[in-house]
């Protein structure tokens, strides 16, 4: 068996991990790398792989690790995708939505020549990614599907999001275990990832692999920064992923106004996805740890923003206000147009609720930087800006050692992915001080003979 690393390997994005048994190609995730415009390039590249692929298992709807799909399909993939029921409900939101953004951003390129291109092209567009929903096969948590002869698959519950597992394939003689995004033990909304039952080889994630979450409590401080912004006369803008995050802050809202720890401010939540997905955690609300009272508490904590005429009202809100949009690092989406708008008035709060990949506008604004750069405008950045890391939904560095713990047994190899090039060596390094095992750091691009 070997298995190669064409994604995710040096950067937190562009997950795509090659597998070859017996003359059969399966591919665990697809996603598209974001961030720096070097990473973002790599999404052009050709994948002669494609063509030659028996099956597609993704561990989550996220776009870096399943926004390469409509790519994929242009290049040739004509077999399924499997993924577990939510991630199958969320890829129908997500992909149509990341190719909608392509188009969104070409066109406005080419109205204000912005681009050197001509004309600007988007990546893909949203009937391709429309066009890759039939390929989606639903694979149950736990249950074991041939891939193709001598090699089989399953998922695992990984936390992180709703749908998100944890990849197993096994032969005869070897079972191959990739962690996907990992959530944390003590998540607010999402259940434990569940314990490893054994591997042989483990591909981990390590985006939080060099640092531990703040231990404060992040529903508080969420308060403060809504009260101390709205005793200014200020609104709180938001930029949240749309799956997961947008949940989570709408259940501390929910439960801040519960106990009035808030003022009662109005509450938007101005993205049609994030509208939709709150509706599916209903729906799947046996995979968290919601209350059916807790459940309805969030879907109602917010007003839900969909037309575009309502998204340009909010703009004109001269009262304090929360208004949680996407994308979560600020990367496009409407909350764009409310950063625009707010960024420059120092009564306002940029609240960034986990983690900002580098290049990323939400890193940037984290980082301290005075102006942005918005729909080819500079903007400057006078409001506040809060970062809580706690807010991250990914396991931090003791949670994923302590998650590789659970195993049985030593694997024969750990290789640790999905991280910048800190955080994937000092994982390594607390992989081999705390464990024993050997671990590694693979290359973009690497192979590796594994055991069949």
């Known amino acids: 068996m070997k298995l190669s690393f064409l994604g995710g390997t040096g950067t937190v994005t562009g997950s795509k991990y090659l ?15 974001q961030g720096y415009k070097n990473l ?23 776009i870096d690790h399943s926004g390469a799909l409509p790519l994929l399909l242009r290049h040739g993939y004509r077999g399924s995708v499997l993924a577990s029921p939510a991630s199958i409900e969320l890829c129908s939101l997500l992909l149509p939505d ?39 096969r639903p694979l149950p948590f736990g249950d074991w599907t041939a891939l193709a002869p001598g090699l089989r698959a399953r998922l695992r519950p990984a936390g992180h999001i709703l749908g998100a597992g944890s990849v197993e394939l096994e032969t005869e003689h070897c079972r191959v275990l990739f962690s996907g995004d990992l959530g944390r033990p ?33 529903e508080a401080a969420i308060g403060e920064v809504i009260t101390r912004t709205a005793a200014r006369g200020g609104s709180v803008v938001v930029p949240a ?80 206000a929360v208004i949680i949009s996407a994308s979560g690092m600020a990367t ?24 900002q990949a580098p290049g990323t506008r939400g890193a940037r604004i984290v980082a301290g930087e005075k102006t942005i750069r918005i729909f080819g405008e500079d903007v400057a950045v006078n409001a506040e800006v809060v970062s809580l890391q706690g807010m991250s939904a990914h396991a931090d560095a003791a949670q994923i050692v302590n998650w590789l713990r659970s195993c049985s047994r030593a694997p024969q190899r750990v290789f640790v992915t999905h991280g910048d090039p800190g955080p994937a060596d000092a994982l390594r390094l607390r992989i081999e001080r705390e464990l024993a095992w050997h671990a590694e750091v693979p290359l973009l691009g690497e192979t590796v003979q594994l055991p069949d």
């Not at 483990?202 to 060099?210: A, K, L, N």
């Not at 599916?280 to 923003?305: H, N, Q």
């Not at 496009?332 to 983690?355: E, M, P």
């Open 332 to 355: 496009g989406g409407r909350v764009l147009h409310h950063l625009k708008t707010r960024a420059s008035d120092r009564r306002n709060t940029l609240l960034f609720c986990g983690y």
């Open 241 to 320: 992923f749309a799956v997961g995050r947008a949940q989570s802050l709408l259940h501390a809202v929910h439960r801040l106004k519960a106990r009035g720890a808030i003022p009662d401010l109005p509450v938007f939540l101005d993205s049609p996805m994030a509208v939709d997905m709150t509706d599916i955690y209903r729906r799947f609300r046996s995979e968290t740890r919601l209350t059916a009272e807790d459940c309805a508490g969030m879907c109602a904590a917010a007003k839900m923003v969909r037309s575009v005429d309502e998204s340009r009202a909010l703009n004109e809100i001269r009262y304090p």
């Open 98 to 136: 990341s190719g909608h953004l392509q188009e969104e951003e070409a066109a406005y390129l080419n109205r204000h020549h912005a681009s050197k291109h001509t004309p600007a092209l988007p990546l893909y567009t949203e009937d391709e990614a429309r066009s890759t929903l039939p390929r989606l």
């Open 19 to 33: 597998v070859e048994h017996a003359g059969h190609h399966v591919l665990v995730d697809c996603g598209l790398f």
């Open 186 to 218: 003590d998540d607010p909304v999402m259940r434990a990832p569940a314990p490893i039952d054994r591997a042989d080889i483990i591909v981990v994630e390590s985006t939080y692999g060099d640092r531990l979450h703040d231990t404060q409590d992040n």
């Open 40 to 62: 973002r390039l790599r999404n052009w590249a050709p994948m002669p792989f494609a063509a030659g692929l028996h099956a597609v298992v993704l561990t989550h709807a996220h």
